[in-house]
């Protein structure tokens, strides 16, 4: 079995220890490296490549956003996965515009980190459960008229950058009907198609999508 090479980053010693013994417990996760601040995990996942990254936000000389933006900017392969006591939308947003393939919280329990990690490294976005409502959320609905500045690689129709730009505003099949005076069949069509399209499998991962690719 290829084991999932993890590397673990945050600046206090015991946090590092604790997740490296949960995770070496599991047969297919190997901890490869560990760091303790954004600069030294830039320079740390240059070298060992890890799968995926454990990422802390509050860190001394280089926090853990910084660190997610240079990562992302070298074009480092390593899936990154948040791991924080901040649950708010700021953090969480900016995290996904940044690159980050998974957010959860430091009091999340062990099989949701297990999961993030697995997950993100099939190349999946995961967000803990309970924080999906900070990304499947009502705004003002400004976002919705952006769909004419954009022109997606996934070959999205108009009406189905429509429908994404709902579902991020946290729109349920009738809402989007209503929205777009089409019948909720027809916006079933369309979500599956573009579910396909964006390769996600539910709605919060298709709001993740528009927000880590700046539609919204």
Do not use: W
């Not at 830039?42 to 890890?50: H, M, R, S, W």
């Not at 027809?186 to 579910?195: E, M």
């Amino acid at each position: 079995m290829k084991k999932i090479k993890v590397m673990i980053v945050d600046d206090h010693s015991l946090i590092r220890e604790g997740l490296r013994r949960l995770l070496e417990l599991e047969e297919d996760i190997d901890v490869t490296g560990q760091a303790s601040n954004g600069r030294e995990a830039v320079e740390i996942a240059l070298t060992l490549k890890p799968d995926v990254v454990l990422m802390d936000i509050n860190m001394p000389l280089k926090n853990g956003l910084e660190a997610i933006k240079e990562l992302r900017a070298i074009n480092c392969p390593s899936k990154i996965v948040v791991i924080t006591i901040h649950g708010h939308q700021e953090y969480l947003l900016e995290a996904i515009r940044l690159g980050a393939a998974g957010y959860v919280m430091k009091d999340a329990e062990v099989d949701e980190i297990l999961e993030a990690i697995r997950t993100v490294h099939n190349g999946k976005t995961y967000i803990q459960p309970s924080l999906t409502n900070i990304v499947l959320k009502e705004n003002d609905g400004t976002a919705f008229a952006t769909y004419k500045n954009r022109a997606k690689d996934d070959n999205l129709t108009r009406r189905e950058i429509q429908v994404l730009l709902l579902i991020a505003d946290g729109k349920n099949n009738r809402e989007i009907a209503d929205n777009l005076y089409i019948s909720e069949k027809t916006v079933k069509n369309h979500v599956s198609n573009l579910f396909k399209k964006i390769d996600v499998s539910d709605r919060t991962q298709a709001a993740v999508y528009a927000y880590k690719n700046k539609i919204v």
